[in-house]
């Protein structure tokens, strides 16, 4: 998409889709409509199913504002994240609070658990209490979710990574983040490089981090195997390297979805007695204090998610403010923190 910006993005349509239109769409009455929606225990299942299906497909929020309330403006910024246990988000959400805060901007705030639907449910609620912007972790969402918010005519800030937005954009290359890290790998002498992540269908980010490893170590000839953990953390970096050291007991290398991971395997390698780098390289990605303060240090990816959040937070300003906005997308880019275990 075009970095270059001088109007807001272009919608489905000039106007949110009406009750009346969801009901015509069910082949109701606006009254059975409401009551599907508002009192569900009096209508039947088969009417409410269609009344369901036809919001879903038309994209349409009830405004949970009453009255002249409706049409004022409101102070209040939705948030949505996939995860409050981690750190990573904790400090977007840091640098996005203080900036909105700075300008007498308030956050709702939403955790979808990585569950796209919960996401849907989230976003119908917050834009049905008229937010004036809209923040979310991610680029991904469910179809029924993207309706919503093509039919919305208010900012909408996709935050962590870089690609083809709804609106405005502000992240990082994730794909070459991994390509980075492969190829510090490879400088390093490695040849048989395993890669370990957690749950890459839900976590995406880290798939497209190994997408971008594979890349690197295909080029160079080379097999890119990975070892796919159903749940992340301290412990399931430690399981991690088991399963490597069973599975792939020549590898040399091991280049982990997060730091997580990493300072999990790199505390279990020692507990083993196996020298960290000299006998195993350990990396990491994200650049969490954890890894900086444990022997040896981590090699990690640092991304700057507190200036990631500031950032965002003040182009939505911009946006709602009217200012002229010269740029849909930023890249925050990331920094290679070469420790000493690889």
């Known amino acids: 998409m075009s970095n270059e910006a001088h109007s807001p993005r272009r919608r489905r349509g000039s106007e949110q889709p009406t009750l ?11 009254i059975t409509a409401s009551r599907a929606l508002n009192h569900p225990d009096q209508v039947n299942e088969r009417t409410r199913a269609r009344v369901l299906e036809a919001v879903e497909r038309l994209g349409y929020v009830p ?34 609070q203080e900036t909105f805060e700075a300008q007498g901007y308030q956050i709702l705030l939403g955790n979808t658990d990585y569950d796209t639907e919960r996401e849907y449910q ?44 709804l609106d405005l ?10 390509r980075c890290m492969a190829r510090h790998l490879l400088e390093r002498g490695h040849r048989r490089v395993l890669f370990v992540g957690a749950r890459l269908a839900s976590d995406y980010r880290a798939g497209m981090r190994y997408a971008g490893h594979r890349e690197v170590l295909e080029q160079a000839g080379l097999a890119a195997p990975l070892i796919e953990l159903d749940h992340g953390g301290l412990d399931a970096g430690a399981a991690g390297l088991a399963r490597a050291l069973e599975n792939h007991g020549d590898v040399s290398a091991i280049h982990f979805a997060n730091d997580d991971l990493a300072t999990g395997a790199l505390l279990h390698a020692q507990r083993l007695g196996i020298r960290v780098p000299h006998e195993l390289a350990i990396a990491g990605f994200n650049g969490l204090p954890i890894g900086q303060h444990i022997t040896p240090r981590l090699t990690t990816i640092r991304s700057p998610r507190q200036h990631m959040g500031q950032l965002a937070a003040s182009e939505v300003i911009r946006r709602l403010e009217g200012k002229r906005i010269q740029r849909l997308q930023h890249d925050v880019g990331f920094e290679l923190l070469i420790g000493e275990s690889t």
């Open 63 to 96: 405004n949970l504002v009453a009255g002249s309330l409706a049409s004022a403006r409101s102070r209040f910024i939705a948030v949505i994240v996939p995860s409050l246990a981690n750190t990573v988000f904790i400090e977007v959400i840091q640098g996005l």
């Open 169 to 178: 954009n502000v992240g990082l290359d994730h794909t070459e983040a991994g």
């Open 122 to 165: 989230l976003v119908r609620t917050f834009l049905g209490w008229s937010c004036s912007a809209l923040v979310t972790a991610g680029l991904r969402h469910s179809q029924a979710c993207r309706t919503l918010l093509a039919n919305w005519d208010k900012p909408i800030m996709e935050v962590m990574e870089l690609g083809e937005a």
């Open 20 to 30: 009346k239109e969801v009901a015509e769409a069910a082949g109701v009455s606006a």
